[in-house]
């Protein structure tokens, strides 16, 4: 079966979540999970930005600084792979506290010791231990939630994990940047985010092991899925990883670059719902198109705009709106061509396959503003969108379509989900006939 030859599987099977009944569902355990990922996406949003202010006034390159924040992609690509296996030897809570810690201590390493190296170096800490707290709180999440809670809960972690980044980024403003105390409260907030995750009431989860799908197949199966989540894993990585360099690079006024660094976050959680639910109605693949043509335009107009206008928030608003919901598009349309056995194994590896593009992006990128001119930061989004459209073109002439009534149903989600949430996908996969 592939895109061209889409046949569904007679029976999708429907696995209740975990071991609670709708009504004795432990709401106070996933509360406090949900607590926890606010305050570490908090903590790491605070985090990213100011790193990547900092290169700028402590006078690293761009393409250093490009390396520098790149190298955390790096790591959550390494380390998405083995926190897995660590799971499965020493449990949830146990690594939760050891990665916490870890991405605490890596924190302060960067106001204690300034120079790219170690900054890089704990960088790609700091992305290996993310990687691994989303596995932990992810897993949690998808055991504690029944067929009637998933959707809503992932929803809710949705909103906690994108919130709690925008929330991050207006933490600049907490303080002057050149000094610690940035950096001692984006410490504080990760270790914080270990007590609700510690104090829960619930036991560990277990760790399922899906059915396997080998890259190679998936790549025959859903070549757009692959396409599409390698170079949306590249802009959102540029946008992410680059933002705040850009920003003070092109001397955004200090009071604006929160704002800037927040819209696009913002648009997303206000668009990812709304594409989302127009997705479930007509053919997937249109919406994607028109998606990344719209974010290939935006970016694009923000070449000719002033940089730290008011029009340019609004127009990253408008990248963010329609990059980010793009993932999670491209995983439901990934869906809606595997068996349900097959999804949660098709996800994860969309997961690295974006994780790469992420890894990749803003190393390509900040090469080139380098170069040329830091205009270029959004001329590299506007090609990793409009690659994505002109893609899309080619499938949709080439292609017919899954036919409305047999696509899955959309879920959104964050733009570094693991595997671990994708999985919620597969155990709430149906079908409207």
């Not at 707290?133 to 999440?141: F, G, K, P, R």
């Not at 799908?213 to 790549?219: A, G, K």
Request: charged share 10%.
């Amino acid at each position: 079966m592939n895109e061209s030859e889409f046949t569904m599987p007679l029976e999708h099977e429907v696995v209740e979540g975990g071991p609670w009944s709708d009504d004795q569902a432990p709401a106070g355990a996933a509360r406090a999970l949900l607590l926890g990922v606010f305050m570490l996406m908090a903590g790491n949003g605070l985090q990213g930005s100011l790193i990547g202010v900092r290169t700028e006034t402590e006078g690293f390159s761009v393409a250093t600084a490009g390396v520098i924040m790149a190298a955390y992609f790096g790591g959550f690509l390494a380390g998405s792979r083995y926190a897995e296996y660590l799971l499965a030897r020493v449990g949830h809570i146990r690594v939760f506290a050891g990665l916490a810690s870890m991405a605490s201590t890596a924190v302060l390493i960067h106001a204690l010791f300034i120079n790219a190296i170690t900054w890089g170096l704990m960088r790609f800490v700091t992305g290996m231990c993310m990687a691994g707290l989303y596995v932990v709180i992810e897993s949690w999440l998808n055991d504690l939630a029944t067929n009637a809670t998933r959707g809503r809960l992932l929803s809710l972690y949705m909103v906690c994990t994108m919130g709690g980044m925008t929330v991050g980024q207006f933490l600049l403003k907490a303080a002057h940047p050149d000094g610690f105390e940035l950096f001692m409260l984006s410490s504080v907030l990760v270790s914080a985010a270990l007590v609700p995750v510690a104090l829960s009431a619930s036991s560990n989860p277990p760790l399922g092991v899906p059915e396997s799908l080998s890259f190679r197949d998936l790549v025959k199966l859903v070549p757009l899925g692959v396409f599409s989540s390698f170079w949306q894993g590249a802009s959102s990585g540029i946008l992410i990883g680059l933002g705040a360099v850009y920003a003070v690079a092109v001397d955004v006024p200090d009071g604006r670059i929160p704002a800037f660094l927040a819209a696009p976050l913002v648009g997303s959680l206000i668009m990812q719902w709304p594409i989302g639910r127009l997705s479930d109605s007509v053919p997937r693949r249109n919406v994607m198109l028109v998606v990344a043509a719209v974010a290939t335009g935006a970016s694009a107009m923000l070449t000719a705009v002033e940089p730290g206008s008011w029009l340019s928030v609004g127009l990253i608003f408008v990248v963010g709106a329609m990059s980010f919901p793009l993932y999670s598009l491209t995983i439901a349309y990934t869906a809606d061509w595997l068996p349900s056995s097959q999804i949660t194994a098709g996800s994860a590896a969309l997961v690295r396959v974006n994780g790469v593009g992420a890894l990749i992006g803003p190393l390509g990128a900040a090469a080139v503003m380098a170069i040329w001119s830091e205009v270029f930061f959004f001329w590299a989004m506007a090609l990793t969108h409009g690659v994505i459209a002109g893609y899309l073109v080619v499938r949709i002439a080439a292609v017919d379509a899954v036919p409305v009534h047999k696509q899955g149903t959309f879920m959104a989600f964050p733009a570094r989900a693991s595997s671990a949430a994708v999985a919620m996908l597969t155990r709430r996969r149906h079908f409207r006939h």
